[in-house]
Each structure stands twice: as structure tokens, then as C-alpha cells.
């Protein structure tokens, strides 16, 4: 394959998209001719910055590759960071080009809009001299990890929400129940929603001391700023679902302590203590990709982790996700979606009347019948998979990965896993060397976020 004047090889391929071309092998093969130091920095609230230095080819006739590097690079940046100033140190040409992208009307609307409105201000590109690169400043802290007391944990997914009873440590009750938050625009279905698992997990014990949540989006201060599973709730009314997990509580808990976290970060959280160890990147795959990273210390850095938005599949016909409009990106290769699009393409013959969750669980039926149509899904996922980790161990020093969803319960799971690990090491093996890839057990991958989220308030 070919793009730019850039050829890659692979090893091994997707079964059911043979065109894939993963983003990772594409920058290796770039980088290998490239020799021109350039660095991308995103700034985020509090003066907070991240910073990646690379390198360029830097003529004339490597420009238009020289974008593509950069573009996908800038977009990286910011989904996984989060920022609304992006520098561009090394190269004015580059710079240029990408800042035709963040505009209100350009090529990366939806990406300006985006953190323009969770970080309170216009994103803005700088062009600066390589030497002028600003240095980075992060910060991680604690998360989670307290048991103590009577909690309850909750995970609000796209096709199900889980609730956890949680009692000094111990799990004593948990429950699955199916909704559909992303097609309904009334806040009062999300809200009884909610608030009905929170009062059955309450139910289950003496009292509740304590509230977490894990759920889709980016939240502040326990406040919705954006969240897909409220996409269909319209701008007038998303008030309402600003403030929904705070109602919920003090409706079930009066004056108890709530926590709501990025359903990614928990994942992680989770991962970080079946393991005991840091540097765990959790990724669940439900309705869409969410993901979450903790250092080695097992605290959190205040990163966005919205990987359902980075790069994946550079190839010209890759999936377009309707949200962004982008094309090629996580959460059309790491979900429901994925299965169900590649389900079409395998010609598996799913009832199109049903709902986005049952398509899903029927396809998994199908694969725990050994089905060849259902096993190409679930290994065209698992080769998607392993060159994707390969792209992020470049911006995480990630040395576990635990996968968690509905999507890899069950044989598909497993074959998604074992895919990966073997994509890893034939294409990455310097990478495989050094990462562990892992599902925990069947219970803990469908409600182990539920479980995780019931840590996440202190409770004195």
C-alpha cells in the first residue's frame, strides 16, 4: 500500500478490510526518511502542556506527507491530551496548513468546536521556532481505590447501564438493564433512567455513603460539558443533563459524596486494581471506544483520553464517524459499530430491526457457534487492535493493557485478544516485548467499571 509517495507493508491484515491501513505503520515508514526536528505542544486549563518532538522530511516535494504526519499528529494531541492552544514549533509551512484546519468552517470544525466549548476558549494555532517549543507541565493525582462503606457504582453506557451495591470492599449485588440514551432527546428518560439504578443498588444495602460514576464524556466538577450519550438531547434542554448525576444523587443520598469520572479512567482504575500495578491503559468497547490511562504511581493526569476520536485507518475509503464527520477513527473500530459494520461486510445476515445492542449480541451468538462470518469480526477487530496500541505506546508509557465491554465478552473476546497479540508481535515485537495485553474474567469485563466507580468518592 501507498500514500503520499509512503509504501507500507503489512504482515498481518483484517480479514474483512484488506484496504486498512493502519496509522502507526504509515508513520514508521514516514519517519524512517524523516530528519527535520519539529515539535507539536497543546495547552490545556491551568496552563497545563503537552508536548511530542518528532521530526519531518521538510521539502518541497515531501509537503503534502508532511501535513498528513503533523495533521494526524496535532489531532492525536489534542483527543488524547485535551487543549484548545496547539504550537507548531519548527516549521511555518506546517503550521500554515494546520491552522487552515481549526477554524469554525475548516476541515476540523468538529474538533474546534469541540474543545473550544469544554475548555471555555477558541482553539488557536501558533507557529513558533523549534527552539521556542514551551516546555511541558503536567499533573497526576489520586484516584479512587477506597473501599470502606456502603457504595454504590455506576456505569452508564450507550447500550446498558450497570449498577453495583458495594459493601465495605465486597460486591453484593450488581445488575445490567438495556436503554438507549443516544436516540431518546428527553433529559427525563436519562434522569429516571439513572435514578433508577441507583435507588435498586440502594435498595440492596442499610444505607448509601457514597456515589460513583462512570460514564461517557468529559465532566467537571461532577457537571456534564459533553457527553455522546446525551447527543440527542437538544442544546435548549442540555441543562438538564448538566446537573443530572448531581440531582440523581441528592435525591437517593442527601448530602452523601458523589464522584463522576470519565468511563475510560475508570476502566483504567479498575485495571490498576485487579492488577496492583501502574501504567494500565483500560479500554472499554461498548457502544463507542472509551479509554483511560494511570501512571506507575496509579494516579491520573488529567488528560481528555477521547481515543474514540484519534486516528486508526489512514486508508482513503476508511469508515466515517457521523458524530465528528472525521473519517477513520477509534470509535468506528473499537464498538458496536465495528462489529455491526463489519457484520454487513461478512455477509452474517443480522435482523436489521434490531437494536444496535441485540445486533451486537447476535453476532456474539453466532461467533459462540464457531460461525467462519462471525470469526473474520471479530479478527479483523483484533488485527485493528494491535496496530492501535502499537500507535499509542508513542503517547503512553503504557505497559498493561486491560480490555473491558460488551464487545469483547465471550469467544469474541478471546479471538480479538489473542489477534492482537499476535499482530504485535509480528509487526511490533520491540513493543510487544514490553506490553501486556489482558480481559479479565467474563463478570468483571461487562460490570467491572460499575464495580471500579463505587471506589471512586472518599467517604471519611
Not at 69 to 76: H, Q, R
Not at 364 to 378: C, G, N, V
Request: net charge negative; proline share 4%; with cysteine.
Amino acid at each position: 500500500m501507498q500514500l503520499h509517495g509512503i509504501e507500507v507493508n503489512l504482515q498481518r491484515q483484517a480479514p474483512l478490510e484488506e484496504t486498512f491501513l493502519p496509522v502507526k505503520k504509515w508513520n514508521d515508514a514516514y519517519l524512517a526518511e524523516a530528519s527535520k526536528p519539529l515539535a507539536v505542544a497543546v495547552e490545556r486549563n491551568g496552563g497545563y502542556l503537552s508536548v511530542y518532538r518528532t521530526y519531518v522530511r521538510g521539502t518541497d516535494i515531501s509537503l503534502d506527507a508532511d501535513i498528513l504526519y503533523v495533521s494526524k499528529l496535532v489531532k492525536m494531541m489534542l483527543w488524547s491530551r485535551g487543549g484548545f492552544r496547539i504550537y507548531i514549533c519548527g516549521d511555518d509551512r506546517i503550521a500554515l496548513a494546520i491552522a487552515g484546519q481549526y477554524t469554525a468552517e475548516g476541515e476540523r470544525a468538529f474538533d474546534y468546536h469541540f474543545m473550544s466549548k469544554v475548555y471555555a476558549s477558541p482553539v488557536e494555532v501558533l507557529s513558533l521556532r523549534y527552539a521556542e517549543c514551551p516546555e511541558a507541565k503536567e499533573s497526576f493525582e489520586s484516584v479512587g481505590k477506597h473501599m470502606n462503606g456502603c457504595r454504590i457504582g455506576f456505569d452508564a453506557g450507550g447500550s446498558d447501564r450497570k449498577v453495583s451495591a458495594v459493601i465495605d470492599g465486597e460486591t453484593v449485588y450488581s445488575e445490567e438493564v438495556i436503554w438507549y440514551p443516544k436516540l431518546n432527546s428527553d433529559p427525563d428518560y436519562h434522569y429516571q433512567g439513572i435514578l433508577e439504578s441507583f435507588r435498586t443498588a440502594a435498595a440492596k444495602m442499610p444505607r448509601v455513603d457514597g456515589i460513583g460514576v462512570s460514564s461517557a464524556g468529559i465532566y467537571i466538577d461532577n457537571q456534564t460539558r459533553e457527553a455522546s450519550l446525551f447527543l440527542a438531547v437538544p442544546r435548549e434542554n442540555y441543562a438538564a443533563v448538566e446537573d443530572i448525576y448531581l440531582r440523581a444523587a441528592e435525591a437517593v443520598a442527601p448530602g452523601k459524596p458523589l464522584v463522576v469520572a470519565n468511563d475510560g479512567d475508570v476502566s483504567a482504575l479498575a485495571g490498576a486494581m485487579s492488577l496492583n500495578e501502574g501504567n494500565i491503559m483500560g479500554i472499554a468497547m461498548g457502544t463507542s471506544e472509551a479509554v483511560g490511562f494511570v501512571d506507575e504511581n496509579e494516579n491520573i493526569a488529567g488528560w481528555l483520553n477521547e481515543l474514540a476520536f484519534a486516528p486508526v485507518d489512514l486508508q482513503a475509503q476508511a469508515t466515517q464517524d457521523e458524530w465528528s464527520g472525521d473519517y477513520g477513527v477509534g470509535c468506528k473500530y473499537f464498538s458496536q459499530d465495528a462489529a455491526i459494520r463489519l457484520a454487513e461486510v461478512a455477509g452474517l445476515g443480522i435482523d436489521p430491526d434490531l437494536s444496535l445492542a441485540a445486533k451486537l449480541k447476535a453476532i456474539q451468538t453466532s461467533m459462540e457457534d464457531d460461525d467462519p462470518k462471525a470469526r473474520q469480526i471479530f479478527e479483523s477487530i483484533g488485527v485493528y487492535l494491535g496496530h492501535e496500541l502499537a500507535y499509542y505506546s508513542d503517547f503512553y508509557d503504557v505497559r498493561h493493557v486491560i480490555l473491558m465491554g460488551r464487545v469483547v465478552s465471550g469467544k469474541g473476546g478471546d479471538l480479538i485478544l489473542k489477534v492482537c497479540n499476535e499482530v504485535l508481535q509480528t509487526e511490533y515485537p520491540a513493543i510487544a516485548a514490553n506490553l501486556s495485553v489482558t480481559l479479565p474474567d467474563d463478570n468483571l469485563r461487562r460490570v467491572g467499571q460499575s464495580m471500579a466507580a463505587a471506589s471512586l468518592p472518599y467517604i471519611p
